[in-house]
Every structure is written in C-alpha cells, then in structure tokens.
C-alpha cells in the first residue's frame, strides 16, 4: 500500500514528491533507534520486519478481538497486542523500540504518524505548513473506525481534519471539476452516470455517480474490502512456495510460509512477478528467488494462463458489487456514460478483460473499453486536494454540490415509547411503520444513501436520567453499535425532550444537543418561540381569551460514550510520546549527521594529504595528521561506532585543528592567482583611464587634485601588491602565506571605492539663460538705443515706484 499527498495552489492542485523525488510513499512506519516512514522505513523492511508497521488503514478502529481484525493481524509480519481499558474494549496496539525501551504503542496513533509524515513532505516541497487536511478513507469505514483516525492524527500533532472523505468521492470531485472546466456537462439534460471502480491493495470499491453542472451525486456505493492487489499477489506466492517446497521436499526443514523472511522474500517477488504479467501480450514470467530457505534457490516460469486460472476465484468476485451498484443506482450498464478505473490493481490485464466483460463492454478496444481519464494512483489524491481548497477560507473556488452516499443504515432506539420524530426540520408522527400509528422505541435516523452533513431529531417525554442508542442496523461483519447518549432530564412530570443528533461532514455521529421544552404562561418565562398573537373570538371577553403560550428551551446536560473511543486524555498523553519520540528522533539524525560528517572529512583528507595537499604541509606535521586521521578513523568504527553527537564534534575538531591550516595554504595558494590578476586588472584599467583624462575634453571636469589622488591610490597599492608578492614568491607553499587573498580582496575594494567615484563623475552642465530674461534684454536694449535717437518715445514709469526709491539727484 501506498500513500500520496497533494496540494492546492494558485495553480491547480499539485502531487508533491518526497525527498527521493518520488510521487508514492510506502504506507509504513519503522521504530528502531529513531522512526523512518513511507520510503525510508521500506528501506529497513526485510531486515526490521518485526518494528516495521503497515497496513494500519486495515486496523484502525477494530477492537482487538474483532474477528475481522484478526484475520488481518495473521497476515503480518509484525506482532500485534491488545491495550487493556476499564471502559471501553481492548484496542490493538504495536510494541516498538522507544529509547531503548519496548512501548505499547496504538496502531491509530501510528497511522497518525504516517499522515502526519505526509505533511512533512508538504512543508518541505512548498516551504509551509500545511493547513486544511483532507485524508482520503475507504467507504466502508464505520463510525468507530472514522473517530479513531481522527484522534490519532490528533495524538500526531495535527491540529484538525477539516474532512475524512470516501476515496470514491475523491476520486469522482477530481473527474468532475476536470470535467466541469471543459464544459462537459452543460448541454446534458439529464445527469450523466459514471460508475468508478477502484481495486488497490487491499479492497474493491464501486461507485455510480450521476455528474451536473457544479454538482455530484453519489447514486450507489459498494464494496468487497478484502479483494485487493494482495490477493494476487497471494496467488502467485502459493504457486512459489508450493513449487519449491515440491522441488526440495527431502532439503527444507520448515514450510516457507512459515518462515517470515523468506514470506517476504517470496511476496516481493510475487508483486513483481504480477506486475510483469500485467501488460497485455506477456505469455509467461521468470521468477527467480535467491536464498529462499535453506541456502536454497527458487526458479521457476509461470504462465500467464495458469496465472488467470488460479486467480479465478477472485475474479468472479468482481461481478457481485457491481451487479449491486447498478441495482441500487436503479440503472444499467448502458446507462453509464463512462465507466472509470483507479487504483494500481486495476492494472492487472485479467481484471480489466473480466470487468469489460462484466459490464458489456469491447474486450477488444484500447483498456477493454475501460477509460483511464484519472491516473490510477494520484486520483484520490487530488480530490482530496480539491475538496481542501473547497473547504478551505484561504482559496477562491467556484462552488462545487457533492451529494453524499451514507453507506450503513443507522438506527436510533431508547428504551419505552417516543411521542415523535423529526427530520429535516421537519415533525412526523412516528408509528411502527414510520407513517403513524403505533408508537415505536426505534427508528432509522439516516438510512443507507443519505447525504451528510445532516441533523436529525427525535422527541421523547422523559423524566430523569435515560439512555438513547445508535447502532447499525441490519449490518453483517461489523459491530452494530455505534454509541449509547445519556440524558439528564428533570425528575418529576414526564418532559417533552428533542434529541438532534447529527452526523458531521466526516461522516461521525454525535449528539449536537438535547433539550427540554415547555410551554408556560406570558408572564413566567421570557419568550424563545412565540406563536401568533391569541385571536379573541366574539362573544368571548378579554378575561375569557386563550392565555397566550410561549414555549420555553432548557438545554440538557448529557454525556456520548463510544465502545471504541479515545479520551483527551489519551489523546494528550500519546501526543507526549510524539514529542518525545519526535525529539528523539531529531537527536538521533543530528547525530547521524554529525557521525556522516566526521567519517567523510576522514575519506576526503587520507587521500588528500597524500595527493593535492601533500606539498602544503612539513613533513613533520604531515606525519602527524596522517596519524590522526588513522587513529580517529580507528576509533569510529570500534570505541566510538555508538557515541554521542558532542563527542563525534569533539574529534571532528581535534583533526580539523592541524588539518584547517593545511587546507587554507592550498585554497590560498588556489585561489591568490585570480584575485591578483583581477586587482592588477583593475589598476591598470584605472591607470589608462587617468592617462586619457588631460586630453580628453569630455573628461575637463576631472580637477587635477582628484587626479592626483587616484594616481596616487594606484600607485599605492600597485607597489603594496608587488612588494607582498616578492614575499611570497620568498616562500615554500608549506609556509603560511603573507599574502593571502581576503586582502587583496579588501584592496580591490579600496581602490573602487576612492577612483570608481571620480570615473563616474558627472560632467556639469552648461549655464543656460533663461528665454525670458533674453527678450527682456533685447527689448531694454532696443528702448535704450530709441530713447537717444530721433522719435524717442518718452520713457514710461512704474506707478507703483514711491517716491522715495525715485533717483532726485538734479
């Protein structure tokens, strides 16, 4: 099995890979000195089989005696115990290695580690946290097994689920939305019908969706939960084990399946070996096992007609959910618009002929007239994603209906007699038959196909504390009870009491309130819901009116208890073990890391101080180091293979001390020819710019003291730099060097910044008169010269001039 993450942006929804640029995470989680999951954890797998989870999706929810948990836990390699509580049934957990210590550990907790891991691989692919989680569960989940994948992403650190959705929802909002942009959907005048079928790992579901603009409707749902790819695989390692053990019946000790090793080894060659025989035209498929048991090897050729035939059985078990989809749906196989395949094991070539054939389809058409609009395994995936960003306030989406699928009935009874029931807002008298009549002590509340989120009320006239029940009816292979509410109600005369029960967006069922309701006079209590005004009918006086009645709301204190149900403070106390676990888990890796660091400064330096380094260093101290390294390298894999972070620093820095200076004299010796020429370079660019400024008269501007000053800043450091490198030329390269290269670095930049600003100078701009006072010129020149000739015009005055600015002079 493996799981997937996905993410909505500005634009569209994105699979997002992981570390190993890989879109699918194997669902596991590995407990040994730190925790390894998804990818990681599948590394260790065959060596750490017996702390490696999986299959958690499988055991979530499912008390520990459930028969149906116990067929699952003899499929794993791992083993599996109960976790004893006073007040509800034993659930499974995992013993695993915390600290060095063997912890009993809740599978629900572990599969919250493994989403909570998803996230990870989010924050690191989008650099932020993610928010909005949408988590993907098959449709067969009950009440029980939905809460307790709630709490332990809780116990995991993720602050809230916005949703558990039905994988074959997801997978059918993605097709929609896809759909929906292309305007599939907007001349059809009736719904189109599409049925999916999704076989992965572990299950077989089937779904008929009817599609319209902005809106989907889940018509039909149905499963088989334990057909999956695993069941083929199982088929091809029976041949392998059987073929073997006939092969070496005098030489094997034990029966393979026994041998948990060797089980794994033959069911990874078993996936393998189907995968091959998937494709269409493969005849036949060599598997080869080496060291099976016994220092034994296993070869053998299985056809793809014998492969077919023994997988028979589980293919006639395809027919059922879908003979039942399309009953329920109230249509046929012609009806359907399309019918789209996920899931990996929807791959398998037999699969997809005897689906075809099942639903009428060409076997001879590309996929058997299949379609494959969706990737089979990102599907869920990014309807997920989408339903994120649907729910989520930090996206814009255009509004999108989905129609839920209540896949169990579910009935709520208490114990006497009930006045009425209520759906929808709306009160029915409630009978045996749920029409009228006879009063019942039960009734279906949300019957099978009904959509969610819903609230649904039952009416009750109670005094004293009571119990009401909600359970599954008419349900085979699961627990029917659901949960049990007990009502606090006022002893004395019997209360009419409404209990809204309510089933949430994630499909779980709670008690949103009960309350007690009264009809009182006016004047005795404040009005919550108050009818019409009281009519005076004639003939009657004011005094003999109806009193006018107001109906009067106390809620009730109530409390929920679940079979199977995780208290806060469980809650809290597995997110304590996260913590601490997660904490060491870091503590873990930085060594780790600190350990990888060490033994590869080790490698890189014994083969350097040989070779490239060699000639930096005396002989004497070369001898030195090289005993260093050896010394430490010994250390590391004897003393110090389980040290401490501190410790593994500590050595790092004791060869780094005589190794450092060896290494900066061969930088410094690599590096100074560059950053000489480069400040060479510059000076005498400067130089031949300085050498152009007398003779050139774009460059007037340039004064001679600035001249001077950056002839003489040139001069400076061109002789600094050729004094310094006599010195150097002086000297062997084991010697420390006096010219080193963060100061001709910081030279350079003395240079720039005293002539850079004078090259840049700007030249100044030529005074310019203004038009204006040109024409006033002009003009008082022109008067001037009319004024001493013949015809002058006698000269004008200012007004506004005062006396005492006039010149008086006679």
Known sequence: MNSLIAAAGRGGVDVLLNGNSQRQNPSMVGFDKCRAMGEAASMTYMSNYRNTISCMKRLVGLSFHDPKAKREMALLPFECFPIPHPQR?????????????????????????????????????QQLQPQDWVVGIPAYYTDAQRRALIAGCEAAGIPKIQRLMHETTATALAYGIFKDIKKE???????????????????????????EPGKLSVKSSQCDENLGGRDFDAKIADWIATQFEQKYKNKVTSPVRQRKTAWLKVLAAAEKAKKTLS????????????????????????QASEYEQMCQPLLD????????????????????SSVEIVGGSTRIGCVKRTLAHLLGLDTNSTNNGLSTTLNADESVARGAALQSAILSPRFKVLPYEIIEFQTYPIQ????????????????????????????????????????????????????????????????????????????????GNENKVRINVKQDISGTLTLSSAQMVEEVADDEAPALEAPAAAEIKEGETKE????????????????????????????????????????????????????????????????????????????????KFSAALESTENWLYEDGFDAVKSVYQEKLNEVRKIGDPIVARFRESSSRPNAVKSLQDAIEQ??????????????????????????????????????????????????DPVLKVEDITAKLTELHNVVAPVTRKPKPIPPKLDEKKKEEESKASENGNKKHGEGAAPMETDDTTTPEAMDTTQ
């Open 412 to 491: 709520v009874s208490w114990d006497g007699e009930a006045s009425t029931t209520e759906g929808q807002g709306v009160e029915i008298e409630e009978g045996a038959d749920g029409s009228g009549g006879t009063p019942t002590n039960s009734v279906i509340m949300f019957e099978r196909g009904s959509n969610f989120p819903s609230v649904r009320r039952v009416t009750l006239r109670r005094q004293g504390n009571f119990e009401v029940r909600a359970s599954y009816h008419n349900t085979e292979g699961i627990p029917s009870d659901i949960t049990t509410f007990m009502i606090q109600a006022p002893v």
């Open 317 to 336: 078990r395809l027919q059922a959910p879908i003979a039942r989809a399309l009953e329920e749906a109230k249509i046929t196989a012609k009806c359907l």
């Open 89 to 125: 049934e034993e659930t499974i957990g995992v013993s695993v290695p915390v600290q060095g210590e063997q912890t009993l550990v809740g599978i629900e907790h572990v599969a919250g580690m493994l989403v909570r891991h998803m996230g990870t691989i989010a924050a690191a692919s």
């Open 686 to 735: 400067y130089r031949q710019w300085l050498y152009t400024v007398p003779t050139d008269e774009n460059l007037a501007h340039i004064t001679s003291e600035e001249q001077e000053k950056c002839h003489a800043k040139c001069d400076e450091i061109s002789g600094w730099i050729y004094d310094l490198l006599d010195q150097q030329g002086s000297l062997s390269n084991d010697s």
């Open 279 to 302: 494709p269409a035209g493969v005849k036949e498929v060599r598997i080869n096992v080496e060291c099976l048991a016994d220092d034994l090897d296993f070869g053998g050729t299985l």
């Open 185 to 211: 959907f907007a001349n059809q005048e009736k719904p189109t019908n599409v049925m999916f079928i999704d076989m992965g790992a572990t299950a077989f579901q089937v779904a008929v969706v009817a599609f």
């Open 544 to 623: 003999e009116a109806p009193v006018k009645k107001k109906v009067k709301k106390t809620n009730l204190q109530f409390h929920i208890h679940y079979p199977i149900e995780w208290s806060k403070a469980e809650i809290e106390a597995a997110y304590e073990l996260e913590v601490k676990m997660s904490n060491s888990d870091r503590i873990v890796k930085e060594t780790s890391d600190k350990r990888n660091e060490l033994e590869s400064y080790l490698y890189e330096m014994r083969d350097k101080v040989i070779g490239e380094l060699r000639e930096f260093a005396p002989d004497s101290v070369r001898e």
